[in-house]
């Protein structure tokens, strides 16, 4: 069975600096998805940013990018230019292949900002 | 033009009463999907439904009844609730072509049982 683990339960941060928060995984499908959602006090899921497996190249949302290590099975989350607004619960999740399939989520990491 | 909705958002109830939360998606997905978010913010699969027809059936209690009327709608009913009962419960919706990757959530709905 699939497995995600984000070993950071808080992460904090200032404004305008670079944060990475961390995620591993375990699976042994060749073809799979992996996420970022955030989560904030609202408690609206919200996708951040995605990466298909089968592509190198990392994904990038404007301040939002990964380092995805695919033989390592690390998939990390870089912030840039943290903002207040980026406060929230983030969580990793794998998703296989196929269509339908579930997420697979992780703890979660609580990151917060200073100003 | 809310996409996925959920309701209600909250849900206060005593314990053994029955209780349902309705989900609906407005992006043409087939697919549709029920979370559990516990105390700990963890968040697990319940069920999913494809095209009304029920592919996922992760191990809940038989309280926990799902229902799919139409494609885009994707109800769940929960029978004599109990505390542990007590979290809070997403929706979610897909496309499933061309590999449907990319789940959308509604907004919650926080279930507390007294």
């Known amino acids: 069975a699939q497995t995600v683990t984000q070993s950071q339960p808080e992460m904090s941060v200032q404004e305008a600096e670079t944060v990475t928060l961390s995620c591993t995984y375990d699976t042994s499908e060749s073809d799979y998805y992996l996420f970022w959602y955030k989560q904030p006090p609202s408690r609206q899921m919200i996708l951040v940013i995605r990466?298909?497996?089968?592509?190198?190249q990392n994904a990038t949302e404007n301040r939002f990018s990964v380092n995805f290590q695919k033989a390592a099975k690390s998939f990390s989350l870089k912030i840039s230019d943290s903002q207040l607004g980026d406060a929230a619960m983030y969580f990793c999740a794998y998703r296989g292949y196929q269509a339908g399939t579930a997420l697979i989520f992780g703890k979660g990491t609580t990151l917060s900002v200073s100003s | 033009d809310t996409a996925v909705s959920q309701t209600p958002k909250y849900l206060v109830t005593q314990m053994g009463n029955d209780k349902s939360i309705k989900c609906e998606q407005n992006l043409g997905h087939d697919t549709m999907y029920w979370y559990k978010q516990d105390s700990k913010k963890f968040l697990k699969i319940m069920f999913s439904y494809n095209n009304k027809e029920l592919i996922i059936n992760e191990t809940v209690p038989n309280r926990f009844s799902p229902k799919s009327p139409d494609k885009a709608h994707l109800n769940l009913h929960i029978n004599s609730l109990e505390l542990g009962d007590s979290a809070v419960y997403f929706c979610?919706?897909?496309?499933?072509?061309?590999?449907?990757?990319?789940?959308?959530f509604g907004p919650g709905t926080r279930l507390l049982v007294l």
């Open positions: 979610a919706s897909s496309p499933s072509a061309p590999r449907g990757e990319t789940q959308y």
């Open positions: 990466q298909e497996a089968y592509k190198q």
